[in-house]
């Protein structure tokens, strides 16, 4: 079986404080794909990036940062410098062998300025 | 606007009443999924389309509900003699490729009375 888990729920900082979201996920497949959405008070879920199982490359753009670590099967998002723009739902996300994406339940970011 | 694209956003109806969602693709892409999304939670996966084929439909996915995708360009998806269990968020996305992003339309938000 497939599974995300997204154990916190909702994270509160001021603006400038640099934010970590945790992913864990669950999956038999040996090629599989990650990735992470973020869905602003619009509703509409933005994609911000994708990685395979083979690229445990750590990423960088701009203020975002990705730490893949296959040893402790965890995806972790973090956000440098926060500013209140941020602030949305976050969502991690499974692709296996199959053509479906399996979501966490996601995490609340609220950036305060 | 290129991207994709679906209709109605909000629909309010009363217990019994069929409803229809439709999803209109960014063109080029082949893939189409339907998604719901509840108060709270991540997006579920309901069904999936490659062109026209549907080629795998979630437990979710009760008799009532019945997606659709002539051509294999807009879907449909219609919901039959609704329950209030069905108010949510119904999300369509679309992918180019296996291994690509899902793109996101807004969502049809269904409220049932």
């Known amino acids: 079986a497939q599974k995300v888990t997204q154990a916190q729920t909702e994270i509160s900082v001021v603006e400038k404080e640099d934010v970590t979201l945790d992913c864990v996920y669950e999956t038999r497949d040996t090629t599989y794909y990650l990735f992470w959405y973020k869905q602003p008070p619009s509703g509409e879920l933005v994609f911000l990036i994708r990685?395979?199982?083979?690229?445990?490359q750590n990423e960088i753009s701009g203020r975002y940062s990705w730490n893949f670590q296959k040893s402790t099967s965890s995806f972790n998002f973090t956000i440098t410098a926060s500013q209140v723009v941020d602030s949305a739902v976050y969502f991690c996300?499974?692709?296996?062998?199959?053509?479906?994406?399996?979501f966490g339940t996601g995490t609340r970011l609220q950036v305060f300025p | 606007d290129t991207g994709v694209s679906q209709n109605p956003r909000h629909k309010i109806t009363k217990r019994g009443q069929n409803v229809t969602f439709r999803c209109d693709p960014i063109?080029?892409?082949?893939?189409l999924y339907w998604y719901r999304q509840t108060l709270g939670q991540g997006p579920e996966f309901l069904t999936y389309?490659?062109?026209?084929?549907?080629?795998?439909k979630s437990r979710l996915l009760s008799d009532r509900f019945s997606a659709e995708r002539p051509k294999g360009s807009f879907s449909t998806l219609e919901i039959q003699r609704t329950e209030q269990g069905d108010s949510a968020m119904y999300l369509c996305a679309t992918a180019g490729t296996f291994e690509g992003e899902l793109f996101f339309g807004e969502g049809s938000r269904l409220t049932v009375l």
């Open positions: 063109s080029e892409h082949n893939r």
């Open positions: 996300a499974l692709r296996g062998n199959t053509d479906k994406l399996i």
């Open positions: 389309f490659q062109n026209e084929a549907q080629l795998e």
């Open positions: 990685r395979n199982s083979f690229d445990e």
